[in-house]
C-alpha cells in the first residue's frame, strides 16, 4: 500500500510536470499533450504481452519491473536537456504505467482470500488516490525555487522508495485449505462470482472506460469551467473537492458491496457520479454547488472503479487474472484518452461546457442503468 501511495504519486506528478517541461524546451502545446497520449497508447498496447506474462511470473515480479520502468528514464531525466530526449525518455516510461498499476491488484489477488480482497483494494486505492493530493503538491515547489532537474532527482528518489518496498514482500501465498477456500465462498455474492457469466466479467472490464470518459472530462477541463463562471476563485478548489470525495468513495466500496452486492452497490456509485456532474451545471448559482458536485463524482468514480477492481478479483479464473486486470486497467487509460478528446472536441465546436457536462451526466446516468440491468441477470 505504501508503494502504491508512492508510485501512483510518482505518475500523477510526472504526468502533470511533464507538458510544461516540454513546453518550456520549445515542444508547443501539442507536443506536450501528444507525449502523453503517446505515453498511455504505448502503456495500453504493452499490456497486451504484459498480462499473460503477469500470470505466469505472478504479480510481484510485474510490480518490480513497473516501478523498475517508472523510475530509471526519470533518473536521466536531469541529465537531459533536448526535447527529443526528454520525450523519449517519458515514452520509456510506459512500461511503469503498463507493469505497475494492473499488477498491485493482482499481488492483493493472489495474497488475500475472496473475504478479504475488497477491504484490501479499498484501502490500498485510498491510498493511491491520496497520492493525487500529496506527492504532486509536496514536489512542485522545487520546480519554481530550484528548477526541473532536483525536481526530477526528487521524483526519482520517491520511485525508488516505492521500487525498494516492494523486494521483501513474499512472492507467493500459501496454499488455502479447503475449510479456508469454503469460507471464501460463503456469501451468495461470492458464489454468485465464482461462476459468473462472460457478459458480466466483459461488462466489469469495460465499464471502467465510461468512468474514465466522465472523469478525464473533469480533471481536464473542470478548472477552465470554475474560470468560466468565477474568475477570482482558486480553480485548483475543484480537484481537491473531487480528490477528497475520491477518499471517501474508496473506504465505502466494500461497505456498499456488502450492502447491495456489485450490481446494486456500482450502480447506485455511478448514479452517484452522474449526479454529481449533473450539480456542477448550477454552477451559474456559485461555487457550492460545483465543489459538492466534484465531491459527489470523486466519490461516484473512486467508489465505482475500486468495486470494480475488487469483484474482478473475485470472479476472474486463477489462471488469467493477470490478464484480466490489464485488460480492464487498458480499457480505464482509454477512457481516459477518449473523454478529454471527445469533450475538447465538442468545446472546440462552440457547444460551451454546460453540454458538455450535461452529456457527460446522461451518459454515466445511462451507464449505471445498464449495469444494474447486467448485474441483476446473475445476481439475484
Known amino acids: ?12 506528478a510526472a504526468t502533470s510536470a ?53 523510475c530509471i528514464p526519470c ?24 507493469a505497475y498499476h494492473p499488477n498491485v491488484s493482482l499481488y492483493l489477488a493472489e495474497h488475500s482470500t475472496k473475504a ?21 503538491a ?34 507467493f501465498a500459501n496454499e488455502e485449505s479447503e475449510e479456508a477456500a469454503q469460507a471464501n465462498l460463503a456469501s451468495a455474492e461470492e458464489q454468485a462470482a465464482a461462476a459468473t457469466p462472460p457478459l458480466l466479467l466483459s461488462a466489469a472490464i469495460a465499464m471502467p472506460a465510461l468512468l ?42 466494500a461497505p456498499l458491496v456488502r450492502w447491495g452486492g456489485i450490481g446494486h452497490g ?14 456542477m451545471l448550477l454552477g451559474p448559482w456559485g461555487l457550492p454547488p460545483v465543489m459538492a458536485g466534484g465531491a459527489l463524482a470523486g466519490f461516484g468514480y473512486f467508489g465505482t472503479i475500486t468495486m470494480l477492481n475488487a469483484f474482478l478479483g473475485i470472479a ?3 489462471e488469467n487474472t493477470g490478464a484480466t486486470f490489464s485488460k480492464q486497467q487498458s480499457f480505464l487509460d482509454a477512457g481516459m484518452i477518449t473523454g478529454s478528446f471527445v469533450a475538447g472536441a465538442m468545446l472546440q465546436a462552440g457547444l460551451g461546457y454546460s453540454m458538455v457536462l450535461g452529456c457527460m451526466a446522461a451518459v454515466l446516468a445511462a451507464g449505471a442503468l445498464a449495469w444494474l440491468y447486467v448485474g441483476q441477470r446473475v445476481i439475484r
Open 316 to 318: 476472474a479464473s486463477k
Open 138 to 171: 509536496a514536489l512542485f515547489p522545487l520546480i519554481g525555487s530550484v528548477g526541473y532537474g532536483p525536481f526530477f532527482f526528487a521524483l526519482t528518489f520517491v520511485g525508488f522508495a516505492g521500487l525498494l518496498l516492494l523486494l521483501p514482500l513474499p512472492s
Open 75 to 98: 533518473a536521466v531525466l536531469p541529465f537531459c536537456h533536448t526535447l527529443a530526449a526528454v520525450v523519449g525518455l517519458r515514452l520509456l516510461q510506459c512500461v511503469g504505467l503498463a
Open 18 to 70: 511533464l507538458p510544461e517541461y516540454v513546453m518550456a524546451l520549445g515542444g508547443g502545446p501539442f507536443l506536450a499533450g501528444a507525449q502523453n497520449s503517446l505515453f498511455v497508447l504505448l502503456a495500453v498496447v504493452l499490456r497486451l504481452f504484459f498480462g499473460p506474462l503477469a500470470d505466469r511470473i505472478g504479480g510481484k515480479r510485474m510490480l518490480i519491473l513497473g516501478a523498475a520502468g517508472f
Open 266 to 279: 456500482a450502480a447506485l456509485s455511478t448514479l452517484v457520479f452522474a449526479a454529481g456532474v449533473a450539480l
Open 212 to 253: 474514465a470518459c466522465g472523469y478525464s472530462v473533469l480533471l481536464v477541463f473542470g478548472p477552465s469551467f470554475v474560470l468560466s463562471l468565477m474568475p477570482t476563485v482558486n480553480n485548483g478548489l475543484l480537484l481537491t473537492a473531487i480528490s477528497l470525495g475520491g477518499l471517501v468513495g474508496s473506504l465505502a466500496a
Open 1 to 12: 500500500m505504501a508503494s502504491a501511495f508512492l508510485l501512483f504519486g510518482f505518475n500523477n
Open 116 to 136: 478479504q480482497l475488497p477491504v484490501r483494494i479499498s484501502i490500498t486505492r485510498f491510498a493511491s488516490t491520496a497520492s493525487l493530493m500529496v506527492v504532486p
